[in-house]
């Protein structure tokens, strides 16, 4: 059940990311430092998702050890 919980916050997180790196990429510039903000944002937040995804994804994969 756990394992479902994080796997859903991942992939929210990841997505969630995602969508505000292009919604900078695309209506923001370059060099405002809001649109730099969101950037670093959306990337920390993407790789937070993809992190805790991965490990989710992992931990549920793998065999019990006695």
């Not at 510039?29 to 993809?50: C, D, Q, S, W």
């Given at each position: ?22 919604v ?11 649109g ?21 994804i ?9």
């Amino acid at each position: 059940m756990a394992g479902l919980i994080n796997l859903c916050i991942g992939l929210a997180a990841l997505i969630g990311g995602l969508v505000m790196m292009f919604v900078t990429l695309r209506y923001h510039k370059r060099n405002h430092p809001k649109g730099v903000a969101m950037l670093i944002a959306g990337m920390m937040v993407t790789a937070f998702g993809l992190i805790i995804t991965a490990f989710a994804i992992s931990f549920a994969t793998a065999e019990a050890r006695p």
